[in-house]
């Protein structure tokens, strides 16, 4: 990840890690994930859902950190996330703070 | 996320507990911003840990009217504009009840104006939520009291010259103790706000502009309601406190949101209990409402 | 169920027929009254909300007759027993939501305090003309309970008896009284709690996991859930399923007017109340109803001097109409004689179920006043040359 300037405890805290869904069903294609996603993660589709819409699809997953703003401004209920739980050795869990 | 990929994911959809799943989808067009709205309602609910099975949705006529169709909650979907009143009966049958209106601009404002204005004099101790497009959307788009002036709509083909309603003014002016406005972008102060506003004591009112892209983005040649959110990013200005009087919405000028107005005072049967003991003392029956509750 | 005494002022009172429906609701357990002033109706109102703190009631002046009609429903969805009064144009403006209130099935009393019309009309003066506007004031299909009590006495009685049909049947009933009745001041003898029938709300006993908002067994009426407890129901002023939710098409609208018309139809045995006097043999029958039986007897002894025989039939209940029993009549009777304040309204359905066999005379009066008796004896006479 770039920064401006690299935070003091960089090496302490550890980026949230996001798992997209995406219910494609459900999607009328109104694009408020994609324009909205703040890391770029999202994109719209060429393919068809059964209701004739193009469903957003994931870009790159590692780049979701879970912030859910898919999921909250999402109108149809169609796109959520869940925090991935990585526990890593000698890493610390949580961000604090 | 593959082609072939299980259209339905393994885990659900966190606000599936909240959602009449059975009816969605749902019936609002692409880009309309009512989804968003309920989904900030949903998500105050969960965040405030409101007891889910105390809550009741009404609402009346209009796209936004069909808020009550689509929670899973006890939910009433009454006639048009006539929300209002029906919760004040509900609350007052059944006090321990939250009881919140979820109704559209023409529905709350046009219509059942009166209704609003009388509540919120009364500080009817109700949570009222308007989701304001600028028209009358489930008839096809005519002017309503919140159209900003010059907008076209179908029954103000030439622009409309009718000055609208300021809600939070209106709500204010006649004794609403929780007003707020946001768009449907400030997804995340909506939620805070829809939270306050459940907590308050008392009428409290939260407006949310919402994009409606089939009637007032195509009529105004505005694009689509993703160009509608583009614009509020880009033209809403947040300012808590500011003066009511300046709230006015011009057509696609600046949007002032915050939250306006947060004070305590006695709710309507707060005022009942108080007079009707002085008056009566002892005999006086402390009103509880439903045997039941 | 016996009424609860809290609200029952055992006694025998001097007081006019409003205070009487007033007395009436609170003593069948109404303690929700969504009001709108309007002449001459507000005296029920204003009993109501002088009593309703002492027997844990609620009185509500709305801002409009929408308004009231609208919190009286959603008061009765909180579970507690509510009602509303209006006349003339306020109950023009309540029909919509007394359709809404029958479409959801709702159980509530709405009641009529009859004046002169149309329009603003005769604000202080009776009138009977809002008879069919009671049966078919709100739109679409539907049946309809009114009721009409010829006196201060029968305005208690039947408000108990208004509140028990609307909980028995689920829906919102009429009280067709009329200026006369309500501003007349007789004697009104209050039983006591445990003489008087109170029927509960028909709340399910099923969870909420197997609960539907509307579905029916033989008797076509749904339970009611119990509102904060879980049922998490839906229901809509839109055509619906057993489920609550809005069905737009031509099956479910068929399968649920035609139960919401047929749970008052085939039960209407059970609701229809008349009363008879000296029918048999009679060549002529007077059909009556609200103040204008009372205007009726003159006639009828008038009648009886001159040899006639004469009977009489006085509709309590209004609304379902007793087809079966005029149409039996109708069979044996030279004619019917029919009085009303209105130009002829009920007298419509008499005609429709004589269907021809015997002479349908209707007496009519425009409002602001009762009959001259003599102009009702003219019509016996009439009716039995």
Partial sequence: MKFWRTPLDVERLKVPRGEVHIIKDRCKGCGFCVEYCPRGALEMSDEFNAKGYHPPRITDETLCVSCNLCEMLCPEFAIFCVLKEEPEPGEEKKVEG | MRADAPAKPAIEHPMESLLRMDRIPHIWCPTCGIGTAVTAFASALEENEIPLDSVSVVSGIGCTGRVAGYMKLDSYHTTHGRAVPFAVGLHLAKPSLKVVVFSGDGDLAGIGGNHFIHTARRNVDITVICVNNFLYAMTGGQVAATTPVSANTSTSPYGNFEQPFNLPLLAQSCGAVYVARWTALHIRRMTKAFGEALNKKGFSFVEVIAPCSTLYARRNRLGTGLDLMKFYHDNSEIRHGADPNDLNIGFQEKIICGKFVDIEKPTFLDSMNECYGKSLGEKYEIYEGAAHA | ?385
């Fill in chain 3, 1 to 385: 169920m016996k009424a609860d005494p809290k609200g029952v002022l055992t006694g025998a009172h001097y007081i006019d027929g409003n205070y009487a429906i007033a007395e009436g609701a609170l003593a069948a357990g109404c303690r929700f009254f969504g009001g709108y002033p309007i002449t001459p109706s507000t005296e029920i109102a204003e009993r109501f909300v002088q009593r309703a703190p002492h027997v844990g009631g609620l009185f509500i002046q709305m801002e409009d007759e929408m308004g009231s009609m609208n919190a009286v429903l959603g008061a009765s969805w909180g579970g507690v027993k509510s009602m509303t009064c209006t006349s003339g144009p306020g109950f023009s403006l309540m029909m919509e939501n007394f359709g809404l209130g029958l479409m959801l099935e709702t159980p509530c009393v709405l009641v009529n305090v009859q004046r002169g019309g149309p329009s603003t009309g005769l604000p202080t003066l009776p009138g009977q003309g809002d008879m069919m506007q009671a049966r078919w004031g709100s739109h679409g299909d539907y049946e309809v309970i009114a009721l009409a009590p010829d006196s201060p006495q029968e305005g208690f009685d039947l408000t108990i008896h208004a509140f028990n049909l609307s909980e028995r049947y689920r829906m919102p009933v009429l009280m067709m009284t009329d200026e006369c009745v309500g501003h007349m001041t007789e004697k009104v003898v209050i039983p006591s709690a445990e003489g008087i029938e109170v029927e509960p709300r028909r709340f399910t006993k099923k969870p909420p996991s197997e609960f539907l908002p509307y579905e029916v067994d033989e008797s076509l009426v749904p339970y009611a859930p119990i509102p904060g407890e879980g049922y998490r129901f839906h229901v809509s002023g839109l055509t619906h399923d057993e489920q609550g939710y809005p069905v737009i098409n031509a099956e479910a609208q068929d399968k649920l007017v035609r139960r919401l018309v047929d749970k008052v139809k085939k039960n209407a045995a059970d609701i229809c109340k008349y009363e008879e006097k000296d029918i048999d043999g009679a060549d002529v029958v007077v059909l009556s109803y609200g103040i204008t039986s009372r205007v009726v007897q003159p006639a009828v002894e008038m009648a009886k001097k001159k040899g006639i025989k004469i009977g009489q039939i006085r509709l309590i209940v209004v609304w379902p109409f007793p087809e079966e029993r005029i149409r039996e009549l109708a069979g044996s009777v030279k004619g019917i004689v029919v009085p009303e304040i209105n130009l002829g309204q009920m007298v419509l359905e008499v005609e429709r179920c004589a269907a021809g066999r015997c002479a349908t005379i209707l007496v009519a009066h425009a409002g602001g006043g009762v009959h001259d008796p003599e102009t009702i004896f003219q019509a016996i006479k009439e009716a039995a040359k």
